[in-house]
């Protein structure tokens, strides 16, 4: 089965800027926090949100308190007005593209111009919009409806910002044939244009369309009649558990998109779902491929051979005689720390990987005592190797299982800002890539009586670079979810297009400064081999940001592959030299 994920799938702009603000929100403003009307027309979003104590305010009472935010479709200025008198503090989270059209009414309307807009009566968004109309706003839902007008001295059109392109297009030409004089404007949202032309070209190419969104969705349901105007099969599901398996498991090529209010972890989750379809409906080396490498990422037994990798890696890089203990060290440690890691992440693997959160709860005992028992003989391991690197094990090992208490007691909280190592920005991505750079490349190098610590410098900045890249890249991967529960990553604090140039960049960096670090004989000249992990990365991600790429267990699989790879190139060299 090939899935083809539209690059326009999710969350548009305003709807992104939105639900920020609504998570935001209770930090920022006074409480209670409600929405006026549903914030956006997605109900997994919406449970979120009542999770975390935002309420949906349906009608303004006399007085009242707390914050109110204005839905993305905007409201009327009337209701706007009634909510300040009622006393709440009024956050506009109107999609600034909804506030343009607001803004083209409101200066027509006070020159006495009719309102023409094309849309659905009863949406939000033109509900909004006609409040800023006047006396003079009419809402019609096609071309029929216009000709049905009487013909007016002075008029604009405008559509809800979600509209269909095409039946746009055909009002506007009418418009230019028979009311010249009419001014017309192109309010739809151009990320509305870009997923309506990418879907009907994806409906082309797929044997059908998966449509993920919530049912009161325009937008969502209009994407799904493009796919059914163009002849295909189109599923509209809110969520992965309405998928149709029995007759989507039986096609060749299925695509994927989704309205403007679907969050990308609903998009991934249904991803994998369809992916995972192979293993319940086929039984052959296939389907067991893709279960073994399963298996392999949610016990982390393949980070961790990988771990292993990467230090027989970075031992052969600084010519030092390889040091079995050292490999395990790496094994036994990676293991550990990133068991426990997801043990005490499960909350956002609610939302960026069911999958792994159902299989941490129903194994939470033997995955507590595997790690408790790799980290026990890490140390053991280390012990046996000396001092030095027990203690550097051992003060890593503090280090990783504090990461998310309260470091700072109560009394002492306040005025400083961070009281956990977890809420620092990017704390995770950078302590992870600092971990697995001194475990695999500075640890082996303090075995030997005379280390060669520049290339033993430059080993760690290898290996800590590309595993700081595998993480972000990853953490990008699960923005929205981890948004969600609060985490403080490096793609959260800065934005994933700033994420992506960095990883870029330092993978650039890394690809040209190893094998330069080689010729000057600082490190072997497996120094040369060893671009090719760094190289595959960029591939990866680049092509990811492509859509070529899409999120899931093949994609995990073979990022994790390229720290095997290193292990298999170092190999390789030291029997061939």
């Known amino acids: 089965m090939k899935i083809i994920v539209a690059k326009t799938a999710g969350f548009c702009m305003g709807v992104r800027r939105a639900v920020e603000l609504a998570l935001d929100a209770p ?20 449970a979120l949100f009542s999770e975390k104590g935002v309420r949906v305010l ?67 968004e033109v509900v909004g919009l006609l409040g800023y109309s006047g006396k003079h706003g ?27 392109l095409r039946e746009y297009k055909q009002i506007k030409a009418w418009v230019a044939a028979t009311r010249p004089h009419y001014k017309i404007y192109d309010t739809i949202c151009d990320s509305t244009e870009k997923r309506q032309a990418e879907v009907r070209e994806l409906a082309k190419e797929a044997d059908a369309v998966v449509v993920v969104g919530g049912r ?79 298996i392999l990422l949610l016990t982390n037994i393949y980070v961790a051979i990988g771990a292993g990798c990467l230090a027989y890696a970075s031992i052969s890089l600084q010519g030092l005689t390889t040091s079995y203990p050292a490999v395990a060290v790496a094994v036994l440690y990676v293991m ?28 939470k005992p033997p995955l507590i005592t595997m790690a408790l028992l790799s980290g026990a003989i890490g140390l053991v ?32 909280a306040s005025g400083i800002k961070f009281h956990a190592i977890r809420e620092i920005p990017g704390s995770k991505t950078i302590l992870i890539a600092l971990a697995w750079g001194i475990v695999t490349a500075l640890l082996p190098a303090l075995t030997v009586e005379n280390p060669r610590w520049a290339a033993g410098i430059t080993a760690f900045a290898w290996a800590s670079g590309i595993v700081f890249c595998r993480t972000a890249f990853f953490d990008v991967l699960d923005i929205q979810g981890d948004r969600i529960v609060g985490k403080e990553t490096l793609p959260i604090h800065i934005g994933p297009q700033r994420s992506f140039k960095l990883l ?53 699989f073979r990022v994790e592959s390229l720290f095997v790879l290193s292990g298999i190139l170092a190999f390789f060299y030291g029997v061939t030299s």
């Open 27 to 46: 930090e920022k403003y006074p409480l209670p926090i409600y929405t006026y009307g549903p914030l956006i027309h997605n109900p997994q979003v919406l």
């Open 58 to 124: 349906d009608r303004i009472p006399e007085q009242g308190s707390g914050t109110v935010l204005v839905r993305a479709h905007g409201i009327p200025p009337g209701t706007y007005k009634s909510l300040k008198t009622a006393g709440f503090t009024v956050v506009n989270a109107t999609c600034p593209r909804v506030v343009k059209v607001q803004s083209i009414i409101k200066s027509h309307a006070r020159k006495g111009f009719s309102i023409i807009i094309i849309g659905e009566k009863d949406h939000p």
């Open 138 to 164: 009419y809402v019609i839902r096609d071309l029929d409806a216009l000709k049905a007008l009487p013909s007016f001295d002075q008029a604009i059109i405008v559509a809800q910002t979600t509209q269909n």
């Open 216 to 294: 009161q969705s325009g937008n969502t349901r209009r994407l799904a009649a493009i796919v059914e105007a163009v002849g295909k099969k189109a599923y509209h599901v809110e969520t992965e558990d309405e998928l149709n398996s029995a007759e989507l498991s039986g096609l060749n090529t299925i695509g994927i998109t989704a309205g403007a209010s679907t969050p990308s972890w609903i998009i991934k989750r249904v991803l994998q779902s369809m992916e995972r379809m192979p293993l319940r409906e086929r039984h052959n080396f296939h389907s067991f491929f893709l279960r073994v490498q399963r």
């Open 336 to 363: 550990s720390m990133h068991i426990l890691n997801h043990l005490t992440g499960r909350a956002e693997s609610k939302y960026n990987d069911p999958e792994r959160e159902k299989f941490y709860n129903k194994y």
């Open 381 to 412: 391991v280390a012990y046996g190797i000396g001092p030095l690197p027990f203690w550097a094990l051992f003060s890593m090992s503090l280090l990783g299982l504090s990461y998310n208490l309260r470091l700072v007691p109560l009394p002492l």
């Open 504 to 556: 870029k960049t330092i993978l650039s960096i890394l690809i040209v400064l190893l094998p330069a670090a080689g010729l000057f004989g600082v490190v072997t000249y497996l120094s040369i081999l060893l671009t090719f992990p760094p190289l595959l990365l960029l591939g990866v991600i680049i092509a990811h940001q492509r859509g070529n790429v899409l999120p899931g267990t093949r994609m995990e």
